[in-house]
């Protein structure tokens, strides 16, 4: 079975920096992609940031500029680089990661981002 897991989450203040971590493992084929969405309560998942194995990446609007995502050691492995974190960038964090040529996607726990003062 597929797992992603995601980690790094945590509190910081406006303005601050966090590093997050996802890893896809038990695949029997490729990664095509893999990134995170986020959702806060009350609030729509929103695409944040995405990298497809080929190197092509997206961002949100909102974050472009302030967020970084990259592969870590090993195309299953990617972080993101969270910086200049605003109040308004507070959610759960969830990792995908798109299995190639089947193109099933499968979704990690979620870790929390917290931004106040």
């Known amino acids: 079975q597929v797992q992603v897991v995601e980690s790094g989450g945590g509190l910081v203040q406006p303005g601050g920096s966090l590093r997050l971590s996802c890893a896809a493992s038990?695949?029997?084929?490729?990664?095509?992609?893999m990134g995170w969405y986020r959702q806060a309560p009350g609030q729509q998942r929103e695409l944040v940031a995405g990298?497809?194995?080929?190197?092509?990446?997206a961002y949100a609007d909102s974050v472009k500029g302030r967020f970084t995502i990259s592969r870590e050691n090993g195309q299953n492995t990617v972080s993101l680089q969270l910086n200049s974190l605003k109040p308004e960038d507070t959610a759960v964090y969830l990792c995908y990661a798109t299995e190639a040529i089947t193109m099933n996607t499968y979704w990690g726990q979620g870790t929390q981002v917290t931004v106040s003062s």
């Open positions: 990298i497809t194995s080929g190197g092509y990446i």
């Open positions: 038990g695949t029997r084929r490729g990664i095509y992609a």
